[in-house]
């Protein structure tokens, strides 16, 4: 069974400049924008912004 496209697999690069990602999924209905979340960013040693890329 394929994987449902109402739940896409996306980015979140950091804004740091450190070129770190995290992969996870989205659900479209609830969030039909870019995502952008607060989280730890191991290179930079801190918690940044990252915002989805597509």
Do not use: C, W
Request: aromatic share 8%; charged share 35%; hydrophobic share 30%.
């Amino acid at each position: 069974m394929a994987r449902s496209e109402l739940r896409p697999i996306i980015k979140l690069r950091s804004t740091a400049g450190t070129g770190y990602t995290y992969v996870t999924r989205k659900s479209r209905r609830n969030d039909p924008d870019r995502l952008q979340l607060t989280k730890f960013d191991p290179v930079a040693g801190r918690h940044v912004l990252f915002r989805e890329e597509r």
